[in-house]
């Protein structure tokens, strides 16, 4: 889609994700022009508004009044809670947008392969929000595996660390902790992941098993006559880590503002009395959570490179160990914090080298720089001939997906699963 315009864009869901995409995007008004949004909450459509400094900016109630008007902008950006993700896109593709689509994609192995059989016919592009791809961090090792310096590729190892708190908030007592009402962890948080070990292999996955539980956030782990709710004073509050009253001072930034839109304003008071009904406010031991704390996947792909992944709640930042005939390949947040660098390749025979990185914005190499990474990529890419593969695109991410879902199966059923026979079976559910 050749232009010599802006492309227009639009919102459903105006929460964090889009927030933060949009305000990158209005600071290259040459590329974008920012035209609506739309948003049960109305104080969110408002942040668009602003961010868009644009005078015909439109504002919608709802998802369903949106794309009742028909194609009003030339990419719609999606948003909106995982359960909303397939009918969200589906319907921006059938009204003829092309689509930048926040992970995941869907919460079911046959919607995904639903998305991608409707992108096809309508011939609209959709980008998945796979902003890793997009990191410097992760775009200098795809640089190094394939510039030939770890010879042929072996395994690749990673590794993510949710954070404690972050655990609680999102996956204890947030939108994604009950995974019949979201998604399974390992694609709610970890379908970056599966994504990344798939793109730096290059090649498709054969097989994958898993195993992982829930263990630590549960009802028996509690301290001794904990109540309910942390605002009902807890015996235990002083010195929980995951009291929720540190909502209001250490651990206000940058949890709360996604959920409770007055955090940046709101005093100490009126966080606590937001606590009392919220379920943020509830004890981390005593929610309705059954999204796991740990999980392991082992992964074979094409050729027999190897892989696997570990997430835990109980570490923080990513990590990876690549091996290749010729070197091994080290990095991630302990490189970065401890050691000065981000990455050190280790030669089978020579001397180390070191490698330091800079996010596009300036901010954190690892992730959040992928934020300005995958909005400075979104213009090339859907402007490019109609043809042309996207860098995050559905012919590559909906195999990473499927590794997610294919992952949960084998956790769940205590077997190996084969992709290609896992592919083909959720197909024919669509």
């Known amino acids: 889609m050749k232009t010599n315009r802006p492309l227009r864009l639009a919102c459903i869901g105006c929460g964090a994700r889009a927030q933060t995409y949009t305000q990158l995007a209005a600071g290259n008004p040459n590329?974008?022009?920012?035209?609506?949004?739309?948003?049960?909450?109305?104080?969110?459509?408002?942040?668009?508004?602003?961010?868009?400094a644009n005078p015909a900016f439109r504002g919608f109630p709802s998802a369903e009044a949106i794309l009742a008007a028909g194609r009003i902008a030339d990419v719609m950006i999606v948003a909106t809670q995982d359960n909303s993700h397939f009918e969200h896109c589906q319907g921006a593709l059938q009204l003829g947008y092309n689509v930048l689509l926040e992970k995941p994609i869907a919460t079911r192995a046959a919607q995904?392969?639903?998305?991608?059989?409707?992108?096809?016919?309508?011939?609209?592009?959709?980008?998945?929000?796979?902003?890793?791809?997009f990191a410097a961090f992760y775009r200098k090792v795809?640089?190094?595996?394939?510039?030939?310096?770890?010879?042929?590729?072996?395994?690749?190892?990673?590794?993510?660390?949710?954070?404690?708190?972050?655990?609680?908030?999102?996956?204890?007592?947030?939108?994604?902790?009950?995974?019949?009402?979201?998604?399974?962890?390992?694609?709610?948080?970890?379908?970056?992941?599966?994504?990344?070990?798939?793109?730096?292999?290059?090649?498709?996955?054969?097989?994958?098993?898993?195993?992982?539980?829930?263990?630590?956030?549960?009802?028996?782990?509690?301290?001794?006559?904990?109540?309910?709710?942390?605002t009902d004073g807890c015996p235990a509050g002083d010195s929980c880590p995951y009291n929720a009253l540190r909502y209001?001072?250490?651990?206000?930034?940058?949890?709360?503002?996604?959920?409770?839109?007055?955090?940046?304003?709101?005093?100490?008071?009126?966080?606590?009395?937001?606590?009392?009904?919220?379920p943020w406010g509830r004890c981390a031991y005593r929610c309705?959570?059954?999204?796991?704390?740990?999980?392991?996947?082992a992964m074979e792909f094409e050729g027999g490179v190897t892989g696997t992944f570990t997430m835990t709640a109980f570490a923080t930042g990513r990590h990876v160990e690549i091996c290749g005939t010729r070197g091994v390949l080290k990095g991630g947040e302990s490189f970065r914090q401890h050691f000065d660098t981000h990455l050190v390749l280790l030669p089978h025979e020579g001397e180390p080298v070191r490698y330091t990185v800079q996010a596009e914005d300036?901010?954190?190499?690892?992730?959040?720089?992928?934020?300005?990474?995958?909005?400075?990529?979104?213009?090339?890419?859907?402007?490019?001939?109609?043809?042309?593969?996207?860098?995050?695109?559905?012919?590559?991410?909906?195999?990473?997906?499927?590794i997610a879902f294919a992952a949960e199966?084998?956790?769940?059923?205590?077997?190996?699963?084969?992709?290609?026979?896992?592919?083909?079976?959720?197909?024919?559910?669509?």
Request: proline share 5%.
């Open 31 to 52: 590329r974008f022009q920012i035209v609506a949004g739309a948003d049960p909450v109305p104080e969110r459509v408002e942040k668009i508004r602003r961010t868009s």
């Open 362 to 402: 300036g901010g954190y190499e690892l992730h959040g720089g992928g934020d300005a990474g995958l909005v400075n990529a979104l213009y090339d890419e859907m402007t490019k001939p109609l043809d042309a593969p996207l860098e995050a695109g559905l012919d590559s991410t909906v195999h990473s997906h499927m």
């Open 248 to 278: 209001t001072s250490d651990l206000r930034f940058p949890w709360l503002p996604m959920v409770y839109d007055r955090a940046q304003e709101a005093s100490a008071d009126e966080i606590t009395a937001w606590l009392r009904t919220s």
């Open 142 to 230: 795809k640089d190094i595996i394939d510039s030939g310096a770890l010879g042929e590729l072996v395994s690749i190892q990673a590794n993510e660390g949710v954070n404690p708190w972050h655990q609680a908030h999102s996956f204890v007592r947030g939108h994604w902790s009950v995974v019949n009402k979201s998604s399974p962890m390992i694609l709610s948080k970890c379908c970056h992941d599966t994504d990344i070990v798939h793109w730096l292999a290059g090649r498709r996955c054969t097989r994958v098993a898993s195993f992982g539980s829930l263990e630590f956030f549960r009802p028996e782990c509690a301290p001794a006559e904990a109540p309910a709710r942390c």
């Open 288 to 297: 309705d959570n059954d999204a796991v704390d740990r999980q392991v996947l």
């Open 112 to 133: 995904v392969l639903a998305v991608e059989r409707l992108a096809s016919q309508v011939r609209k592009r959709v980008m998945v929000c796979f902003v890793l791809r």
């Open 409 to 430: 199966e084998s956790r769940l059923a205590g077997r190996v699963v084969i992709l290609e026979e896992f592919e083909r079976t959720h197909g024919k559910d669509a």
